[in-house]
T-cell receptor, first 113, second 111 residues
Framework: GAVVSQHPSRVICKSGTSVKIECRSLDFQATTMFWYRQFPKQSLMLMATSNEGSKATYEQGVEKDKFLINHASLTLSTLTVTSAHPEDSSFYIC?????????FGPGTRLTVL | SQQGEEDPQALSIQEGENATMNCSYKTSINNLQWYRQNSGRGLVHLILIRSNEREKHSGRLRVTLDTSKKSSSLLITASRAADTASYFCATEGTGRRALTFGSGTRLQVQP
């Protein structure tokens, strides 16, 4: 199967700090990964498309300087939430594309105090 | 917003009954997928239907797709308490691999 992991699964941080979330494809290589955000009782919204070896493509309204994405290898993409605020508290889910399918990670719950 | 709409937003049924959820979307698609999410958890892929398909079955799941109406439905037959979850449709648009998710339906199956 195609397995995608995320680390950490939960993180609590103070306002103003930065948090890095990792997304790994464990048994396949993914040139493209996607980052989604889900607020409580809402749907998933695409934040950005992460391409290995190139800059990420951000959706309208998502600040690229606040949500730093690095896709340095074919199995790892990272999302760094910089200078986190309480309104950044959310569930962050990544997915990795293989052929015509996407495989989702288990998500990371971020709580900013 | 390009996000699709789902109805109903919430659905409560008894075990053994069928549950039907509907999804509408806005753009041309390559495929439409249905996912399940238990509270606070990740997504579980249920079924994918391509734009040239009209109906697909998988176990107790039946999905239909009407591209002329830009709509899809998910039917869960003989529901179980364990089917309690949120269900999302997601579309892969033509020329765009990222998925656009619907607003979701929260299904509660009473034992």
């Amino acid at each position: 199967g195609a397995v995608v992991s995320q680390h950490p699964s939960r993180v609590i941080c103070k306002s103003g700090t930065s948090v890095k979330i990792e997304c790994r494809s464990l048994d396949f290589q993914a040139t493209t990964m996607f980052w989604y955000r889900q607020f409580p009782k809402q749907s998933l919204m695409l934040m950005a498309t992460s391409n290995e070896g190139s800059k990420a493509t951000y959706e309208q309204g998502v600040e690229k300087d606040k949500f730093l994405i690095n896709h340095a290898s074919l199995t790892l993409s990272t999302l760094t939430v910089t200078s986190a605020h309480p309104e950044d508290s959310s569930f962050y889910i990544c997915s990795a594309a293989r052929n015509n399918e996407q495989f989702f990670g288990p998500g990371t719950r971020l709580t900013v105090l | 917003s390009q996000q699709g709409e789902e109805d109903p937003q919430a659905l409560s049924i008894q075990e053994g009954e069928n549950a039907t959820m509907n999804c509408s979307y806005k753009t041309s698609i390559n495929n439409l997928q249905w996912y399940r999410q238990n509270s606070g958890r990740g997504l579980v892929h249920l079924i994918l239907i391509r734009s040239n398909e009209r109906e697909k079955h998988s176990g107790r799941l039946r999905v239909t797709l009407d591209t002329s109406k830009k709509s899809s439905s998910l039917l869960i037959t003989a529901s179980r308490a364990a089917d309690t979850a949120s269900y999302f449709c997601a579309t892969e648009g033509t020329g765009r691999r990222a998925l656009t998710f619907g607003s979701g339906t929260r299904l509660q199956v009473q034992p």
